[in-house]
Every structure is written in C-alpha cells, then in structure tokens.
C-alpha cells in the first residue's frame, strides 16, 4: 500500500492557475501509476488524468489546460491546472496503483490507494 499526500488547492480567481502535488511513500514510485480524480458537490467523482510510465491521459474536456507529470526523484506527481473555470471547482483527489499491462487510466476502480483530497475553488 502507498500513503498519498496532496497539496496545492486553494482559492484562485477564473483564468488563474494552480498546481497539485501528489506526494506518495511505501511504494517503489517509479513503477506506480497516478491519476488525478475530482468530485464537486452534488456529482459523482470523474476522471481527470492519469500517467503511467511514460503515457498520459485526460478527460478530453481539460486536455490542454490541464498537465499532469512526474517527478519520480521526488516521489511525487503534479497536475498543472491552467486557465481555470468555476466548474472546475471541486475537491482533487491523487489515486495510485502499481502499474501493469491491465491498467485502466480512468477507471478510480483501477487505484487502490487515494489520498485525502485537496480544496480547488475557482471564483468568477
């Protein structure tokens, strides 16, 4: 099992940006695939972004405004959120799972490890 930590949410004005980071331990992190989920109030949890290895994936309504990447010296992956909307406003949640040929990017059944969740609050 693997202990996620977010951190980066926050309050930014619409067209601002943000960066997540998602801090992960107990795990050999080079062979971990991450994903980034999020849930606004009132709707079910939805897909973001994953990354395994080397490939990424997004929900396509955000590719473009948003990145996600790596760093795995640090232990740590990172979803750069540009361009931000107030429909983006919700709470971000890191998920992780070791990665094999099997792995469903945007599928949150596919992760087996999520952490807390981190604040994104877009104004208009």
């Known amino acids: 099992q693997v202990q996620l930590v977010e951190s980066g949410g926050g309050l930014v004005q619409a067209g601002g940006s943000l960066r997540l980071s998602c801090t992960a331990s107990?795990?050999?992190?080079?062979?971990?695939?991450m994903a980034w989920f999020r849930q606004a109030p009132g709707k079910e949890r939805e897909f973001v972004a994953a990354?395994?290895?080397?490939?990424?994936y997004y929900a396509g309504s955000l590719k473009g405004r948003f990145t996600i990447s790596r760093d795995n010296a640090k232990n740590t992956g990172y979803l750069q959120m540009n361009s931000l909307k107030p429909e983006d406003t919700a709470v971000y949640y890191c998920?992780?799972?070791?990665?094999?040929?099997?792995?469903?990017?945007?599928?949150?059944?596919?992760?087996?490890?999520w952490g807390q969740g981190t604040q994104v609050t877009v104004s208009s």
């Open positions: 107990g795990r050999t992190f080079s062979r971990t695939a």
């Open positions: 998920a992780a799972q070791t990665f094999n040929l099997g792995w469903r990017p945007a599928t949150s059944g596919a992760y087996t490890d």
């Open positions: 990354i395994g290895i080397r490939d990424t």
